[in-house]
């Protein structure tokens, strides 16, 4: 059980924002919510996380709800190479390992 | 951040052959990685935690004689397919873990496309 809920699918148009949903309505009051992607046929790669206060990188935004039962990745200005499955991820394994959901395939078009 | 180097990056081999899958952590020290599968269009999978210094932790339905794991410093830890067959051919991906100030991050490596003949 990943504990997450996120759209299978989105598309997004080159240049602007992209609006990645993610439910997690049983989070629990210590458990950070960590956002990764992963390209086709490459590793995982961090993008950004955070427990209640919105946080930015230079990679994106992460919005999350009050009652943190939900939160909201924004990429500012899409690119093509933004295309992969993005993860939502709020579960950590006993092993101190991460625990994957289906994740959002992402497809930015010219 | 931080980096994990992995390699190779894609294998073919015959069936009855071993592979050996290395996972570097490049500019920090890792006691715990972890090694993921991930079959074509599902998600990431845990098949054992390397523990620097002892024996792995294997997921329930994963063989530990199949899937030797060594992690003998605390940079490197290696998987070794024993005796491949077609059906272990897969996307195998490791991780380590890192602490950046206050939290812990898990880094990935880029990920071994291995195809049994």
């Known amino acids: 059980d990943a504990k997450t809920t996120q759209p299978p699918s989105m598309d997004c148009a080159e240049g602007r924002a992209a609006n990645l949903p993610c439910n997690h309505s049983?989070?629990?009051?210590?458990?950070?919510v960590y956002w990764y992607r992963q390209i086709h046929s490459q590793g995982p790669q961090y993008i950004i996380h955070?427990?209640?206060n919105n946080e930015t990188n230079e990679m994106a935004s992460l919005i999350i709800t009050e009652d943190r039962k939900s939160s909201t990745l924004i990429l500012p200005h899409a690119t093509l190479r933004d295309t992969a499955v993005y993860y939502c991820?709020?579960?950590?394994?006993?092993?101190?390992?991460?625990?994957f959901g289906k994740g959002t395939k992402l497809s930015v078009k010219p | 951040g931080a980096v994990v180097s992995q390699h190779p990056s894609r294998v073919i081999c015959k069936s009855g052959t071993s592979v050996k899958i290395e996972c570097r952590s490049l500019?920090?020290?890792?006691?715990?990685m972890f090694w993921y599968r991930q079959f074509p269009k599902q998600s990431l999978m845990l098949m054992a935690t390397?523990?620097?210094?002892?024996?792995?932790?294997?997921e329930q339905g994963v063989e530990k004689d199949k899937f030797l794991i060594n992690h003998a410093s605390l940079t490197l830890s290696t998987l070794t397919v024993t005796s491949a067959h077609p059906e272990d051919s897969s996307f195998y991906i490791c991780?380590?873990?890192?602490?950046?100030?206050?939290?812990?991050?898990?880094?990935f490596g880029s990920g071994t496309q291995l195809s049994v003949l």
């Open positions: 991780s380590a873990r890192a602490r950046q100030g206050p939290n812990e991050k898990l880094f």
């Open positions: 049983t989070i629990s009051g210590n458990e950070y």
């Open positions: 955070g427990l209640k």
């Open positions: 991820i709020v579960r950590w394994g006993s092993q101190g390992n991460l625990i």
């Open positions: 500019d920090f020290q890792a006691t715990t």
């Open positions: 390397s523990n620097e210094g002892s024996k792995a932790t294997y």
